[in-house]
């Protein structure tokens, strides 16, 4: 009875050591579900300089990239970024990409909170469309992967979303200079995003959403870093009807075909630190105000 004992509790020790390391302690259930979902992303995924190496035994807690909530093994954070976005910029870092097919298997990360897979090269496959059920996700930042088409507005779910950054590469040239094969057509979804801190989607096309684009993102009281460089915007720069933008710090919004005089609703932005509205057709004097602002 004794040896049938001490067997039992030779099994039960290697079993909490198995489940229990480095300061984690599991589930077993969770262990389970979490690691599944991670092998299952990476068997989709094309690794030709082998980040990936350490996503093996159970320990994915350590793996390389993967951030685990303290004392329950819940994956609350991927970031796989290209470690060299400017080589990849232009062309030479594709060693460092991962590339392939995004596995569905993200959605059963349920408490996934940070996303990144930036600078890779995801090509040419659209953004997928289950990103918009990722409910947990509080920092997403998918730019510069070679995604093409129109980016999903289920993104829009995704309602504690504090950082977004959609930024696509260049693909072509057009009558209207380079152009992207990332486009909006309808940005009224982002109005969901009321947590929304910071949205760059520089070389995304939004010619289709014309001027619609300040009333939306007007609605994002805690905005504070708006980055929409590149993204095809033409005539006047409008202006909200009111001014609820009183977090926004920084507005970037260069390199598009505004034909407008400055807009003078920003010297209400008392918050404002910068602002680049350079390479477009402005005229007229800028506001006397401007120079009044606080943080500028």
């Given at each position: 009875?004794?040896?049938?004992?001490?067997?039992?509790?030779?099994?039960?020790?290697?079993?909490?050591t198995?489940?229990?390391?480095?300061?984690?302690?599991?589930?077993?259930?969770?262990?389970?579900?979490?690691?599944?979902?991670?092998?299952?992303?990476?068997?989709?995924?094309?690794?030709?300089?082998?980040?990936?190496?350490?996503?093996?035994?159970?320990?994915?807690?350590?793996?390389?990239?993967?951030?685990?909530?303290?004392?329950?093994?819940?994956?609350?954070?991927?970031?796989?970024?290209?470690?060299?976005?400017?080589?990849?910029?232009?062309?030479?870092?594709?060693?460092?990409?991962?590339?392939g097919?995004?596995s569905?298997?993200?959605?059963?990360?349920?408490?996934?909170?940070?996303?990144?897979?930036?600078?890779?090269?995801?090509?040419?496959?659209?953004?997928?469309?289950?990103?918009?059920?990722?409910?947990?996700?509080?920092?997403?930042?998918?730019s510069?992967?070679?995604?093409?088409?129109?980016?999903?507005?289920?993104?829009g779910?995704?309602?504690?979303?504090?950082?977004?950054d959609?930024?696509?590469?260049?693909?072509?040239?057009?009558?209207?200079?380079?152009?992207?094969?990332?486009?909006?057509?309808?940005?009224?979804?982002?109005?969901?995003?009321?947590?929304?801190?910071?949205?760059?989607?520089?070389?995304?096309?939004?010619?289709?959403?014309?001027?619609?684009?300040?009333?939306?993102?007007?609605?994002?009281?805690?905005?504070?870093?708006?980055?929409?460089?590149?993204?095809?915007?033409f005539?006047?720069?409008p202006?909200?009807?009111?001014?609820?933008?009183?977090?926004?710090?920084?507005?970037?919004i260069?390199?598009?075909?505004?034909?407008?005089m400055?807009?003078?609703?920003?010297?209400?932005?008392?918050?404002?630190?910068?602002?680049?509205?350079?390479?477009?057709?402005?005229?007229?004097r800028?506001?006397?105000?401007?120079?009044?602002?606080?943080?500028l």
């Amino acid at each position: 009875m004794e040896r049938v004992s001490v067997f039992v509790l030779v099994i039960l020790y290697f079993i909490s050591t198995e489940i229990s390391c480095n300061g984690h302690t599991y589930i077993n259930n969770n262990v389970l579900s979490e690691r599944k979902a991670l092998i299952d992303f990476k068997s989709g995924l094309i690794d030709p300089s082998n980040q990936l190496l350490s996503w093996k035994g159970n320990n994915y807690c350590y793996w390389h990239g993967i951030g685990c909530e303290n004392g329950t093994g819940f994956v609350v954070s991927i970031d796989l970024h290209n470690p060299y976005p400017l080589d990849n910029v232009y062309g030479n870092g594709s060693y460092m990409s991962l590339s392939g097919v995004i596995s569905p298997s993200l959605i059963k990360l349920k408490y996934l909170k940070h996303l990144d897979l930036s600078f890779n090269l995801f090509q040419p496959i659209p953004i997928p469309q289950f990103f918009g059920y990722m409910k947990s996700l509080i920092y997403l930042n998918l730019s510069y992967c070679g995604f093409i088409g129109e980016i999903p507005s289920n993104l829009g779910n995704i309602s504690n979303l504090q950082y977004l950054d959609i930024s696509s590469r260049y693909t072509y040239y057009n009558n209207f200079g380079y152009s992207s094969d990332l486009f909006i057509k309808n940005i009224e979804w982002m109005t969901s995003l009321v947590s929304l801190k910071h949205l760059s989607a520089n070389n995304v096309n939004l010619f289709m959403v014309g001027s619609q684009w300040i009333e939306v993102l007007n609605k994002l009281p805690m905005l504070r870093e708006l980055r929409l460089n590149d993204c095809s915007l033409f005539g006047s720069i409008p202006s909200p009807s009111y001014v609820n933008l009183t977090s926004l710090a920084v507005i970037a919004i260069s390199s598009n075909r505004f034909n407008s005089m400055f807009p003078e609703w920003l010297i209400n932005v008392s918050s404002l630190v910068s602002i680049d509205i350079s390479v477009n057709e402005l005229h007229g004097r800028s506001p006397l105000g401007l120079g009044e602002l606080p943080n500028l």
